[in-house]
């Protein structure tokens, strides 16, 4: 680290870089994939060494779809959630992946939306 970076800086650099990377999730521009553990397919899958492998192997299975849109939603539900992960989907016009929204725990989505009133009764 640079020595003309304040200690502030410097702490919040440090405890920037000790922090794992994000679960990413991918959402596929074509259907024609399997899992390689199970042989299913579905609307979203996850990268791992062996080829790609649908949430339910992963473990994903059961956390609930958050699309991008609504910052102050999405940013207290990931908070309130223990498990979750980024979903992407690959712009061939840009050449990138582009954040698509959060895949977060049923039970902190559904406590954030109480909080914000945007329940969906």
């Given at each position: 680290m640079s020595p003309e970076?304040?200690?502030n800086k410097r702490k919040r650099l440090a405890e920037t870089a000790s922090?794992?990377?994000e679960l990413v999730v991918i959402?596929?521009?074509q259907d024609a994939w399997r899992c390689h553990?199970?042989?299913?397919?579905?609307?979203l899958l996850i990268m791992e060494t062996e080829g790609p492998a649908c949430l339910r192997?992963?473990?994903l299975g059961d956390l609930e779809f958050l699309s991008a849109g609504d910052a102050l939603l999405t940013r207290r539900a990931k908070a309130k959630s223990s498990r979750h992960a980024v979903v992407v989907r690959f712009s061939k016009t840009r050449g990138r992946y582009e954040r698509q929204g959060l895949l977060v725990e049923p039970r902190a989505l559904d406590e954030v939306e109480r909080e914000l009133g945007k329940g969906t009764s």
């Open positions: 970076l304040s200690e922090r794992p990377p959402q596929p521009l553990r199970c042989g299913g397919t579905g609307d192997c992963a473990g």
